[in-house]
């Protein structure tokens, strides 16, 4: 009996050791063959720093936002919701409709309409802080997060303030020293014009990475006032910043359509932003050979890195056409954007996408798309921005961007005349009473109140 079992166990052993060698081969292989598959792929990053406020923001630009507050301003779209916004803004679906609810309280819903504007406050952490929601004419709405007494969640405190609004046209010019936002309240301006400013010159100045100690703007712009108190930026409508490069940049808002363009009537909008995020920093470069901490070898890097937060959102570069959105292996969830001129534009590693994001969907530059995340292989959050053309990858840093159509030969007469007569009021301190402000917002007082330094100053450095 004792010698069967012998037997029988080393039948078993000659039998099983080839299956198992066997097992072992084909795990091997497979293992090797993902491996490979990650190395051939372009999507593995190398190690990538925690998001953090001091290490996010580079120094020429670590101030540009308010540290406890990061603004972010748009219009109720047509056929969206409050809860639609909420949930835009990061907020879960149970979150989402706390906050809806919170609102209707105080709020008659049935009252928004197309064009309401609204402004949300972010923690460092991107969690919504508070949210501002206008009704023209009326009064606002802020909503402020607060922590339940012996609870673990939170809750939102609402108040209506209705307001006289009245809007003035303001002049500044400062020197950058250290962070833009810190240079305008050096120079007696609000916070949030940085974010105006930003804007305007988003397809040639990159705020994350061009602003420079030394370098000089000055603006011409609209102040909100509620109640005789500042409260907002309006529109902007003359721009000049000069960088260490002895380069000036300017922008003049002319036409109802609030378009911007240079002092030559160029436009300023070109095909492409110059980044994907408004506020960010690059955390890897382009590089045709970059050693990948994870694989060990030296392999090409064929995009451009930004460090954010996850849930930061993610604007498309330029119009298009989404071809992909979903998982792709080392790229985790994926944005693919098809554009006029070859062009196509990848988006990666985000946490999650735009609703009605898919394949088929035409986006307009700037529209939201995603927001940023760590998925696939990344060990940290941040955003992998990618540019193809004609299938061949290039760097996006160095992306050639193509003007709008400028100002027709037949209206450029118009258009100097009225970029003179701004300056013109500048130097004079009052408008010109034939002077109109396209697109100007509408109050029961518009003027132009500047102190007398700060519009010499301005004066002088616009009419160079």
Do not use: C
């Not at 409709?97 to 309409?113: D, F, P």
């Not at 095909?271 to 050693?291: A, G, K």
């Not at 604007?315 to 792709?328: I, L, P, S």
């Amino acid at each position: 009996m004792q010698l069967k079992r012998v037997t029988l166990a080393l039948h078993f052993v000659r039998l099983g050791l080839p299956l198992g060698l066997i097992l072992l081969a084909v795990g091997l292989s497979l293992s090797t063959r993902n491996l490979e598959a990650y190395n051939q792929s372009p999507y593995p990053l190398p190690t990538t720093l925690r998001f953090h406020q001091r290490i996010a923001l580079p120094p020429e630009a670590s101030g540009l936002i308010d540290q406890a507050r990061i603004p972010v301003e748009f219009k109720l779209l047509r056929g969206e919701t409050v809860a639609d916004v909420f949930e835009k803004l990061g907020l879960g679906g149970v979150e989402a409709r706390q906050a809806t609810n919170a609102l209707s309280e105080r709020l008659n819903l049935r009252r928004l309409k197309a064009g309401n504007q609204y402004s949300a406050f972010f923690n460092p952490d991107s969690t919504l802080e508070s949210f501002e929601l206008t009704l023209e004419g009326t009064g606002r709405v802020a909503m402020t997060r607060t922590s339940r007494a012996g609870q673990g969640d939170s809750g939102w405190q609402v108040d209506w303030r209705p307001f006289e609004r009245t809007v003035r046209m303001r002049a500044l010019r400062g020197t950058v020293d250290g962070s833009m936002d810190t240079s305008i309240r050096k120079a007696g301006g609000p916070a949030g014009l940085s974010f105006h400013m930003a804007n305007v010159l988003q397809w040639d100045l990159d705020f994350t990475r061009d602003l420079k100690k030394g370098d000089q703007f000055e603006i011409l712009y609209e102040e909100v006032l509620l109640e005789g108190e500042p409260h907002a930026v309006g529109s902007v409508y003359a721009l000049v910043y000069n960088d260490s490069r002895n380069r000036r940049h300017e922008a003049y808002r002319y036409g109802d359509s609030g378009t911007y363009y240079d002092g030559e009537g160029r436009p300023l909008r070109k095909m492409f932003l110059r980044s994907p995020l408004r506020y960010s920093r690059i955390t890897s470069v382009f590089t045709t050979r970059r050693f990948h901490p994870i694989l060990k070898a030296y392999r090409p890097h064929l995009g451009v890195d930004y460090g954010a937060p996850v849930g930061t959102p993610v604007q498309v570069t330029a119009n298009g056409v989404v071809t992909f959105n979903g998982w792709d292996r080392g790229g985790g969830n994926v944005v693919k954007v098809r554009h006029a001129g070859g062009f196509v534009t990848d988006y990666l590693h985000l946490s999650r996408f735009a609703k009605g994001l898919r394949p088929g969907v035409r986006v307009q530059q700037g529209d939201i798309i995603a927001f940023t995340g760590s998925t696939g292989l990344s060990s940290g959050p941040h955003l992998d921005y990618r540019v193809q053309q004609n299938g061949r990858w290039i760097d996006p840093l160095t992306l050639k961007s193509v003007r709008d159509e400028p100002i027709p030969s037949s209206q450029l007469a118009s258009f100097h005349s009225w970029k003179n007569e701004i300056l013109a009021s500048l130097q004079r301190g009052t408008l010109s009473p034939n002077l109109r402000m396209p697109g100007a917002a509408k109050g029961p007082e518009t003027v132009l109140a500047v102190q007398d330094a700060v519009l010499d100053q301005a004066a002088g450095q616009l009419a160079r």
